[in-house]
C-alpha cells in the first residue's frame, strides 16, 4: 500500500494509532509502573536510613523530601503519559466509526436535491451487518441493501475513493432506464412532476420529480439539456450484462452486486458508466445531515 493510500485510509490511521497508543499504555501498566515502583522503593529505603542517620546525630530532615523524592521517580515520562491520555479515546473514535456511525462530507453535486455540496452525514456502519476494519470484510449478516436506500460505497475502480450513491437495483434485477425514466422487473417506476429545482450555485433549473422506487419516494432532477443515452461507459466487470441504446440502457444486476445512481440523474457518474458496486465494497447507510455550515436547517433525516 503506498504512503498516499495509507494517509487517505482514516480508518487505517485510527487503527495504527490506538494500536500504538495501546501498546504503550499496556507496556506501562503492567511493566514500567512496576519498575518505577520498584526504583521509588529502593530510593525511600535508602532514604529513609539515611534520615535515620541524621536524625541520630541530631539534624533535622524535612519530610517533604521524601513526598518530592517519590513523585519524581513515579511520574510517567512525557510521552508515556500523552500516550495512556489519548489512548482510550482514539479506541472509542475507532470503535465508534468502525462498528456503528462515521462521518462523511458530501463533495460533488451528484445526490442533489437529496444531498447538497457541503452536507455533513452520518453513515450505519452496521445496518447491512458487522464488517471488520480496514479490510471490510463482513462477519455478521444483518440486512441487505434495498431499493431507495443511500448507500457509502469503496467506488470500485478506486476503493481507496467513498461514492455514495441511491440503491437503484439488487442482486436478480433488470434495470431499464429509457428516456430518463425507470422500470424495475418489468415495473415501471412513477415520477410525480414538482416545481422546477434551482441551482443557486449556477443559477440555473432542472426539472424535479418525485420518483416512486421504494415504498418512501424521494426527489430526483432532469437536465432537459442532456441525452437520454450513456455516453462513452467503461469495460467494467459483467459488462456484458448491459446494453446501452440511444434511449437509455438495459441492465441485470448480478448475484452480490448492487446498481448505484445518483439522484441527480444528468450529473451523475454512477453504475451507468463504471459498473455494478460488488457488496464487500459497502460502507454503510447514509440516513442523517448533523451539520451543514452554509445551511443549519439542512440538518435533520432525509429520504
Avoid at 147 to 163: A, E, H, N, Q, T
Wanted: proline share 6%.
Amino acid at each position: 500500500m503506498s504512503l498516499q493510500a495509507i494517509l487517505g485510509n482514516f480508518a487505517l490511521i485510527l487503527f495504527i494509532l490506538t494500536v500504538g497508543t495501546g501498546i504503550i499504555w499496556f507496556l506501562d501498566v503492567f511493566h514500567l509502573a512496576r519498575q518505577r515502583r520498584v526504583r521509588a522503593d529502593a530510593a525511600l529505603a535508602e532514604f529513609d536510613a539515611r534520615r535515620a542517620r541524621l536524625q541520630a546525630e541530631g539534624l533535622k530532615v524535612e519530610e517533604g523530601d521524601r513526598s518530592k523524592l517519590e513523585a519524581d521517580i513515579l511520574r510517567q515520562p512525557t510521552w508515556i503519559e500523552y500516550s495512556g491520555s489519548f489512548f482510550p479515546v482514539i479506541a472509542l473514535v475507532f470503535f465508534l466509526r468502525s462498528f456503528l456511525y462515521e462521518p462523511f462530507k458530501i463533495p460533488s453535486s451528484s445526490m442533489v436535491p437529496t444531498l447538497v455540496i457541503g452536507d455533513l452525514i452520518l453513515v450505519n456502519k452496521f445496518t447491512y451487518g458487522v464488517r471488520l476494519p480496514i479490510i471490510n470484510k463482513k462477519v455478521i449478516d444483518i440486512n441487505d441493501p434495498q431499493r431507495g436506500d443511500v448507500m457509502v460505497f469503496k467506488y470500485p475502480k478506486d476503493p481507496s475513493l467513498d461514492y455514495i450513491k441511491r440503491v437503484v437495483g439488487v442482486p436478480g434485477d433488470k434495470i431499464v432506464y429509457k428516456n430518463k425514466r425507470l422500470t424495475v422487473n418489468g415495473k415501471e417506476i412513477s415520477y410525480e412532476p414538482l416545481p422546477d429545482y434551482l441551482d443557486e450555485e449556477h443559477l440555473s433549473y432542472s426539472k424535479q420529480y418525485m420518483e416512486g422506487l421504494s415504498a418512501t419516494p424521494h426527489r430526483i432532477l432532469n437536465d432537459d439539456r442532456a441525452p437520454a443515452y450513456v455516453q462513452n461507459p467503461d469495460p467494467f466487470p459483467k459488462r456484458e450484462l448491459c446494453s446501452y441504446n440511444l434511449e437509455g440502457f438495459t441492465c441485470t444486476v448480478p448475484s452480490g452486486h448492487y446498481f448505484m445512481m445518483g439522484d441527480n440523474r444528468d450529473n451523475s457518474l454512477d453504475s451507468r458508466y463504471w459498473g455494478f458496486v460488488p457488496d464487500e465494497n459497502i460502507v454503510g447507510k447514509a440516513f442523517f445531515v448533523w451539520m451543514n455550515l452554509g445551511n443549519l436547517k439542512r440538518i435533520g433525516s432525509f429520504q
